[in-house]
């Protein structure tokens, strides 16, 4: 019987793993190909690196991050208004305007990102961490597909 509190050698917190993008079960394979800000598209992996997860768990299932990413939209304009309010007292809604759109428009990368990888992380049933699979004995060997 082996204790409970024992962590694997290679034991990733799920906040870090979450900041960082990685694979929900394993911890260990990006999620994303490129960086958050960049100039051009943000590119996804189909499958993890390590532990073989098929990320798009049904045809459709990225539908659902559009209503999250519409939360966080909502959750920082809100806290862009009130802070701006209090920042410069002001009541001309051609300022908050402003700033609200360019704030929408700075954060839509974040927002596209970190949707789907609160989908993945806290709101599709039956995907855990399974330390087990953060092993590198368990890698899934991927076969090398190069596109022409």
């Not at 900041?19 to 929900?24: L, N, R, Y």
Request: hydrophobic share 40%; net charge positive; with cysteine.
């Amino acid at each position: 019987m082996t204790p409970t509190n024992i962590k694997p050698a290679s034991y990733v917190p799920v906040l870090e793993a979450y900041i960082k993008a990685k694979c929900p079960r394993c911890r260990r394979g990006d999620i994303y190909s490129t960086p958050t800000y960049n100039f051009g598209s943000q590119k996804m992996h189909e499958r993890c690196a390590h532990c073989g997860l098929h990320y798009e768990r049904e045809p459709g299932y990225w539908y659902v991050a559009m209503f999250i990413s519409y939360a966080f939209n909502v959750a920082e304009m809100v806290t862009f208004a009130v802070g701006l309010h209090i920042l410069t007292g002001s009541n001309s809604p051609w300022l908050y305007v402003a700033v609200l759109l360019g704030v929408i428009f700075v954060l839509s990368p974040f927002n596209y990102r970190y949707s789907r990888v609160a989908l993945l992380y806290w709101l599709t049933p039956g995907l855990h961490y399974e330390p087990w699979r953060a092993e590198d004995r368990n890698k899934v060997e991927q076969p090398d597909i190069k596109k022409k």
